[in-house]
């Protein structure tokens, strides 16, 4: 049975000059005849997730019923440890462009790429040779050249050059190995095909030979598969008194649009998820006693939006189960330290 809202153990007060009730209060021996030791069974019963809001690239959903340290590993392991391919080395045969080698070459490494990372391997070591197994390869090979018989007024570059616009669509995959059976129907592809590289002119010319490797976002953030992982607390607002006729319609002027309504003469709270908590009613003295601003601890609203290689709802398993790894090893390192202190013995 979920916990109600108004139960005030759950409340971060938002004051008018300071946050209020910061720290929970719900652990052993602080309220008395009451256990509140971890009990696997109660954290089953209140744990709560949602999805609220899932489209193609973005995914809103509920947690609640953890502690912000659980919370916010979860937002650092999706930011920072679940695995994509991006390009990590980049051979320039050729670049006449204005643009410098090397700012090139950064543009194309953070294109984010279209191919599942649970498609291939971790290098071996930076040293090591490449393969089918750990590596994609493109090539990016444009020149741009002038069109014959245009008007000699014409001043649109898409219709006096060829390519004179670099898109990440121009670059092809070259398949090696086993690889052309292994993506038949997924080629390896730009997630955007109209992100533009660079810029030519007639007679200038790229030619870029590209490595794409799995890496971790705490490596680079070209790495990185989302593009924000944020959570906020749910806002949770209180009436304490009725609010005057007179004065309703400048009350709910002070929340953002959705969140209070009236209706019968009557203000009421209708949609605090819309609240950004900013604290524009407290300014008011004739509001001062008739409203309570907090958020729920526990209550975490999660907003992800993905660049691509994951589809929205993949991420938080992924992030999961990194974290569930993470707790595998620590035990696993503790079986072995009790065991050689046993051992000692």
């Given at each position: 049975?979920?916990?109600?809202?108004?139960?005030?153990?759950?409340?971060?007060?938002?004051?008018?000059?300071?946050?209020?009730?910061?720290?929970?209060?719900?652990?052993?021996?602080?309220?008395?005849?009451?256990?509140?030791?971890?009990?696997?069974?109660?954290?089953?019963?209140?744990?709560?997730?949602?999805?609220?809001?899932?489209?193609?690239?973005?995914?809103?959903?509920?947690?609640?019923g953890?502690?912000?340290?659980?919370?916010?590993?979860?937002?650092?392991?999706?930011?920072?440890?679940?695995?994509?391919?991006?390009?990590?080395?980049?051979?320039?045969?050729?670049?006449?462009?204005?643009?410098?080698?090397?700012?090139?070459?950064?543009?194309?490494?953070?294109?984010?790429?279209?191919?599942?990372?649970?498609?291939?391997?971790?290098?071996?070591?930076?040293?090591?040779?490449?393969?089918?197994?750990?590596?994609?390869?493109?090539?990016?090979?444009?020149?741009?050249?002038?069109?014959?018989?245009?008007?000699?007024?014409?001043?649109?570059?898409?219709?006096?050059?060829?390519?004179?616009?670099?898109?990440?669509?121009?670059?092809?995959?070259?398949?090696?190995?086993?690889?052309?059976?292994?993506?038949?129907?997924?080629?390896?592809?730009?997630?955007?095909?109209?992100?533009l590289?660079c810029?030519?002119r007639?007679?200038?010319?790229?030619?870029?030979?590209?490595?794409?490797?799995?890496?971790?976002?705490?490596d680079?953030?070209?790495?990185?598969?989302?593009?924000?992982?944020?959570?906020?607390?749910?806002?949770?607002?209180?009436?304490?008194?009725?609010?005057?006729?007179?004065?309703?319609?400048?009350?709910?002027?002070?929340?953002?649009?959705?969140?209070?309504?009236?209706?019968?003469?009557?203000?009421?709270?209708?949609?605090?998820?819309?609240?950004?908590?900013?604290?524009?009613?407290?300014?008011?003295?004739?509001?001062?006693?008739?409203?309570?601003?907090?958020?729920?601890?526990d209550?975490f609203i999660?907003?992800?939006?993905?660049?691509?290689?994951?589809?929205?709802?993949?991420?938080?398993?992924?992030?999961?189960?990194?974290?569930?790894?993470?707790?595998?090893a620590?035990?696993?390192?503790?079986?072995?330290?009790?065991?050689?202190?046993?051992?000692?013995?």
């Amino acid at each position: 049975m979920p916990r109600s809202l108004d139960d005030t153990r759950r409340h971060v007060q938002v004051l008018p000059e300071r946050i209020g009730a910061v720290a929970g209060s719900e652990f052993p021996g602080h309220y008395p005849g009451e256990d509140h030791s971890w009990n696997l069974q109660k954290f089953k019963e209140n744990l709560i997730t949602s999805v609220q809001r899932l489209t193609p690239s973005t995914v809103e959903f509920d947690l609640v019923g953890v502690d912000a340290s659980i919370a916010n590993a979860m937002r650092r392991v999706m930011i920072a440890e679940v695995p994509t391919i991006a390009i990590e080395e980049i051979y320039v045969w050729n670049n006449t462009s204005i643009m410098q080698d090397e700012v090139l070459c950064h543009r194309v490494g953070l294109v984010p790429l279209k191919i599942d990372p649970r498609s291939l391997k971790y290098r071996p070591s930076p040293h090591s040779a490449p393969h089918e197994t750990d590596t994609v390869v493109f090539d990016l090979s444009v020149r741009c050249d002038r069109r014959p018989g245009v008007d000699k007024a014409e001043k649109d570059p898409k219709k006096l050059y060829f390519d004179s616009n670099v898109y990440t669509g121009m670059m092809k995959w070259s398949p090696s190995g086993d690889q052309s059976r292994k993506y038949k129907g997924k080629e390896p592809k730009p997630v955007d095909r109209d992100i533009l590289l660079c810029k030519l002119r007639p007679g200038q010319q790229i030619d870029l030979h590209c490595f794409a490797r799995k890496g971790v976002g705490m490596d680079h953030a070209k790495f990185s598969p989302v593009a924000t992982a944020s959570y906020r607390l749910l806002p949770h607002i209180i009436l304490r008194e009725p609010i005057p006729i007179e004065h309703q319609e400048k009350f709910q002027k002070c929340f953002p649009p959705g969140v209070i309504e009236i209706e019968d003469e009557q203000v009421v709270v209708k949609n605090p998820r819309k609240d950004t908590v900013s604290r524009e009613v407290l300014r008011h003295p004739e509001f001062a006693d008739k409203v309570s601003l907090n958020r729920i601890r526990d209550h975490f609203i999660f907003n992800v939006e993905s660049t691509g290689q994951y589809n929205p709802e993949e991420l938080v398993p992924e992030a999961i189960k990194i974290l569930l790894s993470k707790i595998t090893a620590v035990e696993e390192g503790l079986d072995k330290l009790f065991a050689s202190e046993g051992q000692a013995a």
